[in-house]
């Protein structure tokens, strides 16, 4: 996902590419909350297949949007 994005610099102003901006962002989301609650893929791996390189800023980001760390997420929607 995030190789499809532009530079958020470009994004700031442009009220259409900040709309798909906070899209894609969304996506990645929910793309991580099914895996987490569905799979036992580790979080790292998860991290990496939405879309984010570095897994500190996935789990900054998780955090910051759910207000649970994936790992926490996970525990507290298991379905497998």
Do not use: W
């Given at each position: 996902?995030?190789?499809?994005?532009?530079?958020?610099?470009?994004?700031?102003?442009?009220?259409?590419?900040?709309?798909?901006?906070?899209?894609?962002?969304?996506?990645?989301?929910?793309?991580?909350?099914?895996?987490?609650?569905?799979?036992?893929?580790?979080i790292d791996c998860i991290a990496?297949?939405?879309g984010y390189k570095d897994t500190?800023?996935?789990?900054?980001?998780?955090?910051?949007?759910?207000?649970?760390?994936?790992?926490?997420?996970?525990?507290?929607?298991?379905?497998?």
């Amino acid at each position: 996902y995030l190789s499809n994005l532009p530079d958020l610099d470009a994004v700031i102003g442009d009220d259409e590419m900040l709309q798909d901006y906070s899209y894609y962002l969304h996506e990645m989301q929910k793309s991580a909350k099914y895996l987490l609650s569905e799979t036992t893929t580790p979080i790292d791996c998860i991290a990496d297949t939405v879309g984010y390189k570095d897994t500190k800023t996935f789990y900054r980001l998780f955090k910051a949007t759910l207000g649970m760390s994936p790992g926490e997420y996970r525990k507290t929607s298991r379905k497998v």
